[in-house]
């Protein structure tokens, strides 16, 4: 698995981006759901949450605001395009994500190098893009039997991962030699072990950096 450092300079405006600008603080925001066209967020306006929540409630772009606590603003809204496409190229926010007036950055998990390519190609339609870093994560494999990292490895080789899919499920269960329901299972528990290893804070384990290009990349086709 690798992480990415996407930064983008949004081409449109947005609300959030005003908020960053207006405050002269960025914004610390943690992705919660995309669903519909639209994203479920939490941020942390800190003292200015009373202004924050008058800002938001009356933009138009903005569909609900909840008061969490003292600081914290439960936001839905209608998507920049951004999460369609991390979530729609099989991406995984990994950490907080910051906007400023001036960029966002997006930490973002994922497990072929495909996938990143369609991830930024999705964010140079909304903006200008830098990629910060990739590194792969974790110096060990995840601990997966036998049998889960032969699913697991199968899957990806068939385009499993891939959007749209390039088999299905019951295509792979028959390539593997094994009922649906029990290459599911093992798909879900190799999934859950990758995940959860990988997600753990990485503070005190050994992380490569393949790469590191801070040059703005391209908005060309």
């Known amino acids: 698995m690798y992480e990415a450092q996407i930064?983008?300079?949004?081409?449109?405006s947005c609300?959030?981006?005003?908020l960053a600008r207006?405050?002269?603080?960025?914004?610390?925001?943690q992705i919660e759901a995309l669903h519909d066209g639209n994203v479920t967020f939490i941020i942390n306006a800190g003292d200015n949450a009373d202004e924050f929540y008058e800002r938001l409630v009356e933009s138009d772009?903005?569909?609900r605001v909840e008061r969490l606590d003292s600081?914290?603003?439960g936001v839905t809204k209608a998507s920049c395009g951004a999460y369609s496409a991390i979530y729609g190229n099989h991406g995984i926010l990994r950490r907080r994500n910051h906007f400023s007036d001036a960029e966002r950055v997006y930490n973002i998990l994922f497990f072929d190098r495909d996938d990143l390519k369609a991830i930024i190609d999705g964010f140079r339609d909304i903006g200008e893009v830098t990629l910060g870093s990739l590194t792969q994560v974790g110096s060990e494999p995840a601990r997966l039997t036998a049998r889960q990292r032969e699913v697991l490895k199968t899957?990806?080789?068939?385009g499993y991962f891939k959007w749209p899919r390039r088999i299905s499920s019951d295509e792979l269960a028959e390539t593997l030699g094994i009922s649906r329901a029990t290459c599911l299972e093992h798909l879900r528990k190799a999934e859950k072990r990758v995940l959860?290893?990988?997600?753990?804070?990485q503070t005190d384990q050994s992380v490569t950096e393949t790469t590191r290009d801070l040059s703005p990349i391209s908005s060309e086709r």
Do not use: I
């Open 7 to 12: 930064y983008l300079q949004q081409n449109k």
């Open 15 to 18: 609300v959030l981006t005003r």
């Open 196 to 201: 959860e290893e990988t997600l753990e804070d």
């Open 61 to 63: 772009h903005v569909h």
């Open 22 to 29: 207006d405050f002269e603080s960025p914004l610390d925001v």
């Open 71 to 73: 600081e914290n603003l």
């Open 155 to 158: 899957a990806l080789d068939e």
